[in-house]
């Protein structure tokens, strides 16, 4: 509404709902450049919860459905007044399955507009409605060295030059695994640049203390940090790691 800064143009869907199950069908939303689509959604619970127990009776959810969207940041600017350079659309795509108190997203993938950024992996939600706990088995995430052009231009409304460090890490891709809740994120990625390979391991507990490890294998150091074709530093490995608060 105009009221409050959201410009809805459109929201439409059909719905079957007994006591102890829901279906949704074609659900559209449209604002000026984003949209939502669920061309099916279904849940079954046991009938309707009274207020003491509400988080447990979402919990116990169990259901399927598909979600497709297309968002703008820049149409939540009203929310998110950070978001008024963001003009470039991120599209998302996921099936979703809700069973035993987890939320388990098999194929969630997630692509920038002219493809700076992209990622495939699968997403499992646990406690999703009281204490979240999230792990991600990330199956490829790709960034382009122009990934640095799109988030100035959208997050800062500039247009930035290349850094000539980027440039010639031309892209980067990885995989690997993610964990987080309020008090632990963990994470283990295998990269892989046109300069070499590398491994990163770290562990933040409490948003203090943290532990990270560093392999890489004959990474090209010195055609990163100079233009010439046949740099004074070669390859180099190493095997470092930290420790802090």
């Not at 939303?29 to 669920?38: D, E, T």
């Not at 700076?116 to 991600?136: D, R």
């Not at 507990?205 to 070669?234: T, W």
Request: a negative charge; aromatic letters at 6%; glycine letters at 6%.
């Amino acid at each position: 509404s105009e009221q409050s800064g959201l410009e809805l143009q459109e929201m439409k869907f059909s719905f079957i709902s007994g006591l102890n199950n829901l279906k949704v069908k074609d659900f559209f939303l449209k604002l000026p450049h984003s949209s939502v689509s669920i061309p099916k959604l279904s849940a079954s619970f046991e009938g309707m919860p009274n207020k003491e127990r509400l988080k447990d009776w979402l919990q116990e959810i169990q259901g399927n459905g598909q979600v497709d969207i297309s968002l703008t940041p820049f149409d939540l600017r009203a929310f998110l007044p950070s978001m008024v350079h963001f003009q470039d659309s991120i599209s998302l795509h996921t099936h979703c399955e809700a069973e035993n108190g987890i939320l388990h997203l098999p194929d969630l993938s997630l692509q920038a507009k002219g493809n700076p950024l992209s990622m495939n992996a699968e997403v499992s939600v646990s406690q999703w409605f009281s204490k979240p706990h999230i792990e991600a088995d990330i199956k490829q995430l790709r960034a382009e060295s122009s990934l640095q052009q799109y988030l100035s231009h959208n997050l800062h409304g500039e247009d930035a030059t290349l850094s000539p460090l980027l440039l010639r890490f031309k892209s980067v891709q990885a995989e690997g695994k993610v964990l987080w809740d309020k008090t632990l994120t963990k994470a283990q990625l295998d990269i892989e640049t046109p300069l070499g390979q590398a491994n990163i391991e770290g562990t933040l507990q409490e948003n203090k203390h943290i532990e990270a490890q560093l392999r890489a294998h004959e990474f090209q150091l010195g055609h990163l940090l100079s233009d010439n074709e046949k740099p004074e530093l070669d390859k180099i490995s190493l095997d470092a790691k930290t420790e802090g608060i």
